[in-house]
């Protein structure tokens, strides 16, 4: 997804779509502290308004500023040393100083509070010539009251080299809604270097969302590809292998 572009309907397109809200499970996910917690309770690729849970409140949306920037990208806590680390698409991240990370947000409410990025991994694929293939990247958040950020919330393991067809599950924000979506299918290859996934109604905003495995490991991140997709239907992923890995262990022991 374009992800500071402002989301505009089109023709096929839904501007403000009806939303189910998730209320029983699909599939578990299943915590990197051992809690399970709902996905959505629809058919593969039907997205639903996401219910807070231990795990989706890992999940959320990166302000410009503050609250009133308004939201632009996702992200997630993943695991790390410092317990400091989140994961996102690298085209979300080219205003580092500027963004703020909000966990579980939700209709203008910061219900784990507001976190200061302040600093980034990207690899410098990406850096060079925004390679599609190099769209994933980590950040660091400042402690907020004395505390990390995965001390309060739990963190996502990094799952790599995955196969082609893995089922996972994809939690967003929008920039258009004020509450996440989820959505569970299985993935497809695009090419050897990029995995798609159908599901509906993650349009922009949406970028840097984890899909996350039957285990709750991130296996990857919204965008790649046209920056994640032009319609909101087709979602893509670049797959996360050797590099990507290689990055992480980079940002989640030394990144302070």
């Known amino acids: 997804m374009i992800h500071r572009m402002p989301y505009r309907s089109a023709p096929g397109i839904r501007a403000t779509p009806r939303m189910l809200i998730a209320t029983t499970a699909l599939a578990v996910l299943v915590a990197a502290t051992g809690e399970p917690a709902a996905s959505a309770p629809l058919p593969l690729g039907v997205t639903a308004e996401a219910r807070p849970s231990r795990v989706t409140d890992r999940v959320g949306a990166l302000f410009a500023g ?115 979506l989820i959505c569970a299918n299985t993935t497809k290859k695009w090419s050897s270097t990029q995995r798609e996934i159908d599901c509906t109604e993650l349009s922009g905003g949406t970028s840097g969302s984890p899909w996350l495995t039957s285990s709750g490991a991130v296996a990857g991140v919204l965008g790649g590809y046209e920056g994640g997709g032009t319609v909101p239907e087709v979602s893509y992923s670049a797959v996360l292998g050797d590099t990507a890995r290689a990055l992480y262990e980079e940002a989640a022991v030394s990144g302070g």
């Open 66 to 180: 503050d609250l009133d920037g308004g939201h632009f990208c996702t992200a997630s806590v993943v695991r790390s040393d410092d317990r400091n680390l989140i994961a996102t698409a690298a085209h979300c991240l080219d205003d580092v100083q500027n963004t703020v990370f909000v966990p579980g947000y939700r209709d203008g409410e910061a219900p784990y509070g507001v976190w200061r990025v302040t600093g980034a991994y990207v690899d410098p694929a990406w850096q060079t010539a925004e390679d599609p293939d190099a769209d994933i990247a980590f950040a660091t958040v400042a402690p907020l009251d004395g505390r990390q950020v995965q001390d309060v919330l739990g963190a996502f393991p990094l799952a790599t080299a995955q196969p082609d067809d893995v089922t996972v599950t994809v939690v967003g924000y929008p920039n258009a809604r004020e509450t996440p």
